[in-house]
């Protein structure tokens, strides 16, 4: 049995008459930690423990370890999520709700890894973020079901962090005989790692990353999704984090739905889907989601964007 659940897809009008393409949304939000990683962190603990794994240990203090923390306790295996020091108290307290143990080691996520590493025994599996092929092989479920949910579309719009998300969806893509469906790889300036890996042809490292989309905030790409943009039409696109932040606040609007800006990022992506692929008539955007994020937290970020014409806005 699957850890993740089946998700809807539904027909955005909002977003189709503003993207002038006939849109859909694959709602991975309403996965039970709240983001897409629970199909290929599922997957994949499922696998391993199925291969005799008796403890996970990840090192995401995000939407990954949360979904570690998940499938653990639902495979009754324990788990233990290494984290930096700068991980939220929010963060934390949601990987304990799930019953795994949460280590804080280290300033750094570098630093949060190489601890989660000196950890593992024989008995115990490494769950990585983003760079195993089990993970692809469980992300790919999403256009599984999306080949029994809509027509093929002429575009998938998904945010790019470490690359699985992709990596996951271009298997999907393949293994459906849908390898004509372009796709649009979003991310944010300061965290545009995929960008650079295709500017360069392998995955570069960034010197550091910033900014909102905390999520999408892997120096380095894996390796998997840049050989994918060699076998699919994929073409990359870059925005700001007002812009990201903004695609939250239209998918809230058009939906009342709330998510990450790593999300938010995917939506504002839409506006680039004629303009990178001219013949597109239909698009699917991966609500990939992100429990990072509350309503107060939207407003905060959109501050600087639209402080005026706020009557009453402090
Ligand atoms: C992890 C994550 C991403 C990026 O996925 P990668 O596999 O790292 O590329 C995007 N959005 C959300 C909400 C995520 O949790």
């Known amino acids: 049995m699957s850890l993740h659940v089946i998700t809807p897809t539904i027909r955005s009008t909002a977003l189709s008459q503003r993207a002038g393409l006939d849109v859909f949304l694959k709602l991975e939000n309403v996965q039970p930690c709240g983001s897409f990683k629970l199909r290929g962190v599922g997957h994949a603990c499922s696998a391993l423990h199925a291969k005799g794994a008796r403890r996970f240990v990840s090192s ?29 108290e929010k963060a934390k307290a949601l990987i304990q709700s799930e019953g795994a143990q949460v280590v804080v ?46 027509a093929k579309p002429d575009v998938i719009v998904c945010s790019v962090g470490g690359g699985g998300l992709l990596a996951g969806v271009g298997e999907g893509l393949l293994r459906n005989g849908w390898g004509d469906v372009g796709i649009l790889a979003m991310e944010t300036e300061g965290t545009a790692s995929y960008a650079a890996a295709l500017a360069q ?4 490292e960034l010197p550091a990353v910033s900014g909102v989309a905390t999520s999408l905030g892997a120096r380095r790409v894996c390796e998997r999704a840049v050989g994918l943009a060699r076998e699919l039409e994929v073409r990359s696109l870059v925005l700001s984090d007002a812009a990201a932040v903004e695609g939250c606040a239209d998918l809230l609007d058009a939906h009342r739905l709330l998510t990450e800006p790593a999300c938010g990022a995917s939506i504002a992506g839409l506006d680039g889907v004629r303009r990178h692929f001219p013949d597109a008539r239909s698009a699917v955007v991966i609500v990939c989601g992100g429990v990072g994020v509350t309503a107060e937290q939207l407003q905060t970020w959109r501050k600087p964007a639209s402080g005026q014409g706020r009557p009453g806005a402090a």
Do not use: K
């Open 105 to 150: 080691h280290g300033g750094s996520w570098q630093d949060a890894n190489a601890h989660a590493q000196a950890l593992l025994d024989a008995a115990s599996a490494f769950i990585h973020p983003f760079d195993h092929p089990l993970l692809w092989e469980g992300h790919a479920s999403m256009i599984d079901e999306l080949a029994t949910q809509c």
């Open 201 to 204: 042809g392998a995955p570069v």
């Open 60 to 88: 995401s203090g995000g939407n990954a370890g949360y979904a570690v923390a998940y499938a653990g306790r639902q495979l009754g295996v324990p788990v233990t999520v290494v984290v930096p020091e700068t991980t939220s």
